[in-house]
């Protein structure tokens, strides 16, 4: 009897002993690495609007409005980068397409062939800050069917980089006509 409780408490100063032969195992990290960030945009009455700190207007007068600026924001860019507009009034009609070409080097890019065509445009300057790439676009509303033919309500904004996947970005945006 006595033997088997010295076996049974050998076992158990066994199982409970550190085995130094062994490596520890390796660490574990505490949470994934975060992943790209998502793209932002800033709608503003001019460009230093847009790209300001100040919070966006929660609409804008469609009668009173010169120019409608936005900043859109992403993690990066291509050498040169071909940014999509798209406009969509609120009864779901698309009202008007856009393209504009952007580089941090506009020096050495100056203008563009647009994918698959022979018409070359300008190309914009982009802006980086820290980790994060700016681009700049407006859309001249005075003088144009958004004033000459008012339709007020949320509009849609889509905004899309070629071959930069997760830049596609849609932001309500809304108009309203005061007399």
């Given at each position: 009897?006595?033997a088997?409780r010295f ?5 158990v100063?066994?199982a409970c002993?550190?085995d ?14 975060p992943?790209p960030?998502?793209?932002t ?15 966006q207007?929660?609409?804008?007068d469609?009668?009173?409005l010169r120019?409608l600026?936005?900043?859109y ?14 406009t ?12 504009a070409?952007?580089?941090l ?10 994918p698959?065509?022979?018409v ?19 859309i001249s509303i ?5 004033q000459?033919?008012?339709?007020p ?5 889509h ?5 930069i996947?997760?830049?596609d970005l849609?932001?309500n945006i809304n108009?309203?006509?005061?007399q």
């Open positions: 009897m006595a088997r076996l049974t408490a050998l076992l100063l066994a002993s550190n130094k032969t062994q490596p520890p195992p390796p660490p574990q990290p505490d949470a994934a690495p992943g960030a998502s793209p945009i800033k709608f503003g009455i001019n460009e230093a609007d847009a790209l300001s700190g100040n919070p207007p929660s609409s804008f469609l009668l009173t120019e600026w936005f900043a924001s992403l993690p990066s860019i291509g050498d040169v980068a071909f940014m999509h507009i798209e969509t009034m609120p009864n779901g009609v698309q009202y008007a397409t856009y393209l070409a952007y580089s080097d506009t020096a050495n890019h100056m203008t563009a062939n647009i698959g065509s022979m070359s445009i300008t190309v914009r300057p982009a802006t980086k800050k820290g980790d994060v790439v700016t681009m700049t676009y407006g005075s003088g144009t069917d958004y000459r033919h008012p339709y309500g949320t509009w849609q904004v905004v899309y980089v070629d071959g996947t997760g830049s849609v932001a108009f309203t006509v005061t």
